[in-house]
Structure formats: C-alpha cells, structure tokens
C-alpha cells in the first residue's frame, strides 16, 4: 500500500524585521497618537491619508538604484510593468500630493498624516522593516517662521503628552551655515563629486553623539576603522579644514544670541552661511517672543540630519534624560524626531521652486521612552461581561441580553463557540472578563439572571477550604430580575474598581 504524502503546509511566522503588536501596546499607542493629534489640530494643521505605496520615480533622487529599485525600498512591477514602492517615508507622498493639487490647495497647505512606512534594510534590535511615523508640514511658503512654529508645536507635543519641561529639547541648526563653511574651504559646486563629498561631511557630523569628536574628526579626514576592522572612507578633508568644520559643529555659548554671533565670525563673508545664520537668529527671536526659553528651543550646530533634501533649517526633538528599562538597564533615548526645510522635493513634480518644511516623530521611539518613564500606560479598557449560551435553542435570548448590556455603555459580548459551560466559563478568564450573565432554563422560567464576579470569586477562592463551603457560600455570584442586570453589573464594576 502507497504511502500518503503528507499536506505541506506553511510555516506560521511572522516576516524578517517585522512584529505583531498586542492589545495593550496597540491601545497605548492610540493614547499617544491622539496626545500628538490634538497639538497638531491646535495649531491649525488638517489630516491627509495618501496611499501605501507610489510609483517609484515619485520617491526621488535619494533612492539607491533607479534601473531595479529594490534596495533600501521594497519594490514590484504592476501589469503595466511600471516599478512601483512602498513608501520610505511620508515626505515624498506629500511632495507628489502637493504637485498633483496644486491649484486647487490653499497655501501655504498645513498637513499632518500617521501611518506606516518601510525600509528594505537590515533589520536589528529595535530596528524593523515596518514602523511609524507621523508627520506634519507646511508646504508653499519661505517664511521661517514655519519653522520655527514646527519646534514650538513639537515642543507642546512633549509636554503634552506628559514629558516634563527640562527633560527634551529642541536642537536647531540651519543647513546653509554648513554650505557657507563649506565654500570657504573650497567644497561648492553642482557636480556629483561635490555632492558626494558634502554627503560625506553631512553623514561624518550626524555620527557625532555616536563616536565622539575624535571619531568625527577621522571621518571628515582620510577615513576611520571601527572596533571589527571594518573601514569607512572619510570626506579627504586637510586637517585645518577639518578643525573649521569642528569648530563649527562644537560651537557653543551662553544664549542663542551668544551661538549667532559665534557662527557669523565663523562663516566669514559667506552670502549662503551668513543667510542661515539670519535665519536661525529669527527662529530665535520668535521662540522667544512666544515665550520658548533656551530650555525648549536650543541653537546646535552639531544638529545636521542625514537626509540630502534639507535646505535650511534643520531641528530634532531629542529627550535629555535617562531611564531603566524591564532589565534594570539604564537606557538614553536621545532623538525622537526630527525634520527641516526641503524647498526642492515638490519641485522636482513641477519644474519650479516650491518651499516647505515639516517635522516627524519617530513613533516607535517616541512610545518605548514614554512606556519606560510610566508617562504612557495602555488606556484603560475594561474586558468585556460574558454572556454565556446555557442553551443554544436560546440565541435570541442571550443576544437581548447582550444588546442591552451594550445599550447601556457596557462593554459585553455573547459566547459565540459551541463548548459547554467549563469552556465556556475557561474562555471568561482567558479574556480577563469582570463578570459573566447565566440565565439557564430555571432563571429564564422565573424571569431572573444570575451574575458571577469573577474577580472577587477569583480573589474568595483563595480563602475557601472546600467544596462544600464553596457552594454553601456561593461567593460573588447573585440572582436578580432580568430588569435589574444593567444595575447589577455595574454595582460589579464599580466595586472591582475602587
């Protein structure tokens, strides 16, 4: 007799890089987002949902490989075989949103959007393929003061949700003051051997808070090997050119005033430096006049951005204090946002100049500091009341139960599975229920329901010798009319919460 091949069947896992995210974490995130939301709406901004994935020219220059664009995005061909991509970000989507409404949008246009974006990356501890951003810009004007009104907004979103004043700040550069550096030590042009080595030097500061000045300073020169041997290239800057671009990203002083005038000698008669430096003495200016202390809003040169697109302004959202997290460890969370001017994304749809600015939390981020810190906790949500079927030529029954539960603001379902009351009362604790409704054929022929408490029953349990005191006593169990469930149940709940 043959033997019978065995079905094949697929491997239940979730994908490289990617995660399931719980209930708790789910409902804790919501509490987070609409901290964040209602900032945003106060200050003017209007929602806008753009699609999961667009056609791939529309995400820019910045992507790595035009001909099979599938490196650092996830991408595929749809019948037409056009590429298409998931987004990388919410930036591009908004420039091509933008471009495409232009006319019909009043400007300057003021978004704010959440959702997810994907990296085709090397996913690591902490690091996923899959993760959330939520953004908000301007688009259609070059007043700074846009800028500076995205960090006093992301200011008050810290605060908001429940980040204390002097535990986060808002560092500010300005990516012309760089350009101008960099046009006194001869690095200007439009040549892609120009771009390259202005990456290079932005890339070299941005690594600033990870390996130190002495770090910076190898990879603005020849190159730096790390602890495993691996070497990376530097900017092949001269060494006294090296140390002006230091001085400038060590700049320091007592006031933002003090940092402006730094940076002017620094700069020198540089139009592009001196015009940044105009611009970031104005964002300080404001914050002040808004009543945005040094405390909130700080001026920082060492404050780049890794991104190519800013063209001026550039700020983060970082958080200054350290935590333990579940191991005991103590972790510093750094960064949680950041964002800048990019007058040249929507221009690249248009063929004109179109300003814009915007700002990002980096949700995941954002949510793990305040879950460590106990200033973000699941949103309390009460399990939902168990009506259990006793008799299944009944539905009806205990679906009038249920909806009236749920007509009363209680949160509660029926027992929709086809096991018998153990399962049934099993499937109750599974869930965490607070209570469970049995109306068995006896309590329907005299009209009544009876309510188990399962948390005090839970906790009775514990004090009860034996069987026979167990259903002598009947703890945390009632019989009441039908008419009285409503007050019943919540007499249940709100003893469980005092």
Same mark, same amino acid.
């Given at each position: 007799?043959?033997?019978?091949?065995?079905?094949?069947?697929?491997?239940?896992?979730?994908?490289?890089?990617?995660?399931?995210?719980?209930?708790?974490?789910? /409902?804790? =995130?919501?509490?987070?987002?609409?901290?964040?939301?209602? +900032?945003?709406?106060?200050?003017? %901004?209007?929602?806008?949902?753009?699609?999961?994935?667009?056609?791939?020219?529309?995400?820019?220059? %910045?992507?790595?490989?035009?001909?099979?664009?599938?490196?650092? +995005?996830? $991408?595929?061909?749809?019948?037409?075989?056009?590429?298409?991509?998931?987004?990388?970000?919410?930036?591009?989507? =908004?420039?091509?949103?933008?471009?495409?409404?232009?006319?019909?949008?009043?400007?300057?246009?003021?978004?704010?959007?959440?959702?997810?974006?994907?990296?085709?990356?090397?996913? #690591?501890?902490?690091?996923?393929?899959?993760?959330?951003?939520?953004?908000?810009?301007?688009?259609?004007?070059?007043?700074?003061?846009?800028?500076?009104?995205?960090?006093?907004?992301?200011?008050?979103?810290?605060?908001?949700?429940?980040?204390?004043?002097?535990?986060?700040?808002?560092?500010?550069?300005?990516?012309?003051?760089?350009?101008?550096?960099?046009?006194?030590? @001869?690095?200007?042009?439009?040549?892609?051997?120009?771009?390259?080595?202005?990456?290079?030097?932005?890339?070299?500061?941005?690594?600033?808070?990870?390996?130190?000045?002495?770090?910076?300073?190898?990879?603005?020169?020849?190159?730096?090997?790390?602890?495993?041997?691996?070497?990376?290239?530097?900017?092949?800057?001269?060494?006294?050119?090296?140390?002006?671009?230091?001085?400038?990203?060590?700049?320091?002083?007592?006031?933002?005033?003090?940092?402006?005038?730094?940076?002017?000698?620094?700069?020198?008669?540089?139009?592009? #430096? =001196?015009?940044?430096?105009?611009?970031?003495?104005?964002?300080?200016?404001?914050?002040?006049?808004?009543?945005?202390?040094?405390? /909130?809003?700080?001026?920082?040169?060492?404050?780049?951005?890794?991104?190519?697109?800013?063209?001026?302004?550039?700020?983060?959202?970082?958080?200054? %204090?350290?935590?333990?997290?579940?191991?005991?460890?103590?972790?510093?969370?750094?960064?949680? @946002? @950041?964002?800048?001017?990019?007058?040249?994304?929507?221009?690249?749809?248009?063929?004109?100049?179109?300003?814009?600015?915007? %700002?990002?939390?980096?949700? $995941?981020?954002?949510?793990?500091?305040?879950?460590?810190?106990?200033?973000?906790?699941?949103?309390?949500?009460?399990?939902?009341?168990?009506? =259990? +079927?006793?008799?299944?030529?009944?539905?009806?029954?205990?679906?009038?139960?249920?909806?009236?539960?749920?007509?009363? #603001?209680?949160?509660?379902?029926?027992?929709?599975?086809?096991?018998?009351?153990?399962?049934?009362?099993?499937?109750?604790?599974?869930?965490?229920?607070?209570?469970?409704?049995?109306?068995?054929?006896?309590? /329907?022929?005299?009209?009544? +329901?009876?309510?188990?408490?399962?948390?005090?029953?839970?906790?009775?349990?514990?004090?009860?010798?034996?069987?026979?005191?167990?259903?002598? #006593?009947?703890?945390?169990?009632?019989?009441?009319?039908?008419?009285?469930?409503?007050?019943?149940?919540?007499?249940?709940?709100?003893?469980?919460?005092?």
């Amino acid at each position: 007799m043959a033997k019978r091949n065995k079905p094949v069947r697929p491997k239940a896992r979730v994908p490289k890089g990617l995660r399931d995210i719980g209930a708790g974490e789910v /409902r804790a =995130l919501d509490a987070m987002l609409s901290g964040i939301r209602s +900032v945003y709406e106060l200050y003017g %901004f209007e929602p806008l949902d753009t699609p999961a994935f667009e056609y791939t020219d529309a995400l820019g220059k %910045f992507l790595p490989d035009q001909d099979r664009p599938n490196e650092g +995005v996830f $991408s595929f061909q749809d019948e037409d075989e056009q590429w298409l991509s998931l987004r990388y970000d919410l930036t591009a989507p =908004l420039a091509r949103f933008v471009a495409e409404n232009y006319d019909g949008l009043a400007k300057p246009f003021r978004r704010y959007q959440f959702g997810p974006v994907w990296r085709n990356e090397k996913p #690591g501890p902490g690091r996923y393929r899959q993760f959330m951003q939520f953004d908000a810009d301007t688009v259609g004007t070059a007043s700074v003061a846009a800028d500076a009104e995205l960090c006093m907004m992301a200011a008050d979103c810290l605060e908001a949700l429940g980040i204390k004043r002097g535990d986060y700040v808002m560092r500010v550069n300005n990516r012309k003051v760089l350009d101008g550096i960099l046009e006194r030590i @001869g690095i200007a042009g439009d040549d892609a051997g120009y771009e390259a080595q202005r990456m290079t030097v932005l890339r070299a500061i941005d690594k600033l808070d990870r390996l130190g000045p002495e770090g910076v300073r190898l990879l603005l020169g020849e190159g730096r090997k790390d602890e495993s041997g691996d070497y990376t290239k530097g900017a092949g800057l001269s060494d006294d050119h090296a140390g002006l671009i230091m001085a400038f990203v060590e700049t320091e002083a007592d006031s933002r005033d003090g940092v402006v005038e730094r940076l002017r000698e620094i700069v020198g008669d540089s139009e592009t #430096g =001196l015009a940044g430096v105009a611009e970031l003495a104005e964002i300080s200016a404001l914050g002040a006049a808004a009543g945005y202390g040094e405390d /909130r809003v700080r001026l920082d040169p060492s404050v780049v951005r890794g991104l190519g697109y800013y063209t001026g302004p550039v700020f983060e959202a970082e958080l200054t %204090f350290s935590a333990q997290n579940e191991k005991g460890e103590t972790v510093r969370f750094g960064s949680v @946002g @950041g964002g800048g001017r990019y007058d040249g994304l929507v221009q690249r749809f248009k063929g004109v100049e179109v300003p814009a600015t915007g %700002f990002s939390f980096g949700v $995941s981020r954002l949510q793990t500091a305040l879950e460590t810190t106990g200033a973000l906790a699941a949103a309390a949500v009460a399990a939902p009341v168990i009506v =259990l +079927v006793m008799d299944r030529d009944n539905l009806a029954d205990y679906q009038k139960l249920t909806f009236d539960l749920r007509s009363a #603001g209680i949160r509660a379902e029926m027992y929709l599975g086809t096991s018998g009351m153990r399962a049934q009362m099993k499937y109750a604790d599974r869930r965490g229920a607070p209570a469970v409704v049995i109306q068995g054929e006896d309590e /329907r022929a005299r009209g009544e +329901v009876t309510i188990k408490d399962l948390e005090k029953g839970a906790r009775l349990s514990g004090e009860i010798a034996d069987n026979e005191e167990w259903r002598s #006593g009947r703890p945390a169990q009632v019989s009441v009319p039908q008419s009285g469930l409503i007050d019943a149940v919540r007499e249940i709940l709100s003893h469980q919460q005092d």
